[in-house]
């Protein structure tokens, strides 16, 4: 079979919805790999469509590498990153090599003119380069039962939905998730917390069971699978959970659907209040212009009343 592999070298969240191009490949008679920054490999440990090469920043442009990637005789590479160093990627690797179209322009753009906010899904924009007709292409990641079931036995209740309350810039990060916590706990359902040791430390002590920092990022994916819901900001676990099929509330503050990663209405619910000033960076950095950060202030009661819309969708 012809070998493909997708390079897609970070984040969290676009490693995750990078799979959107493992069947379309095995379709097309190709057998997958991705080569990503390590620890992002770890998403796809029990994923038997697709092989991962993890590899170091640092590694990524030696000559042994290089030779080792070169060695493996790939019929096609897709670059689904698109920045400088997968430029010296492909110039390095020569070969045939498919190139996603990054709208970066307009993104920018988009920051600071309203006019060019516009719908725009970056899964779409990654599937194209095989299937120029592509339509809400959704995420796929493939967990063993053996890990769900291994997982299980963490969470005391069969009800619970998983908090992922970090996210990488202030202006991304919710800052009330405490609160809604506190009204699932107290309509009955079990909370569960992940994210890494930075979460854990921002938070402090939360209600629920606090798995931030404590799982590695495959088990983490299992946890998520097995709750109800997910209620996350616009970062790399919410499509995380988007991949393992858990419908998820997403919610906005620095950021804005247009700059490609929103949720599908089938995926979930999307809150953002839409002011003039979102998005204020294209990636959430930054302080906040005003010094109050009012695109994340939102009641939690309406984050609440978003996941409960989701849970008849989850029993059925």
Not at 157 to 178: E, H, I, N, Q, W
Request: overall charge positive; glycine content about 6%; charged content about 30%.
């Amino acid at each position: 079979m012809r070998k493909a592999l997708i390079v897609r070298l970070s984040s969290l969240g676009d490693v995750a919805l990078s799979s959107v191009l493992i069947d379309p490949l095995i379709e097309k008679g190709y057998q997958p790999y991705l080569l990503t920054f390590s620890p992002y490999d770890q998403l796809f440990e029990d994923d038997w469509r697709i092989f991962t090469i993890g590899v170091s920043r640092e590694e990524l442009l030696e000559e042994d590498f290089i030779q080792s990637i070169k060695a493996m005789n790939f019929s096609l590479f897709i670059d689904i990153h698109r920045n400088f160093k997968t430029f010296l990627l492909r110039r390095k690797l020569n070969g045939k090599w498919l190139i996603y179209k990054k709208d970066s322009l307009r993104r920018r753009l988009a920051v600071r003119l309203s006019r060019l906010r516009k719908p725009y899904y970056v899964t779409e924009s990654y599937l194209r380069v095989l299937k120029p007709d592509a339509v809400k292409p959704r995420p796929k990641i493939i967990l063993s039962e053996e890990r769900v079931e291994k997982l299980r036995e963490l969470i005391p209740s069969d009800r619970f939905v998983t908090l992922g309350a970090g996210a990488k810039y202030k202006k991304k990060t919710y800052p009330r998730f405490p609160e809604v916590a506190q009204m699932l706990i107290d309509l009955g359902f079990e909370v569960v917390w992940v994210g890494d040791e930075k979460d854990r430390e921002i938070f402090g002590q939360v209600k629920g069971i606090n798995l931030c920092g404590k799982l590695p990022l495959i088990d983490v994916l299992a946890v998520i699978k097995l709750s109800e819901v997910f209620i996350g900001n616009d970062s790399g676990l919410l499509h995380c959970a988007r991949a393992v099929g858990t419908p998820a509330v997403q919610i906005y503050g620095g950021t804005h659907p247009t700059l490609g990663f929103s949720l599908y209405p089938e995926e979930g619910r999307v809150i953002i209040k839409n002011l003039e000033c979102q998005p204020c960076d294209i990636h959430g950095k930054g302080e906040c212009e005003h010094g109050d950060y009012r695109c994340l202030d939102i009641d939690p009661a309406l984050v609440l009343s978003e996941a409960l819309k989701l849970l008849p969708q989850v029993r059925s």
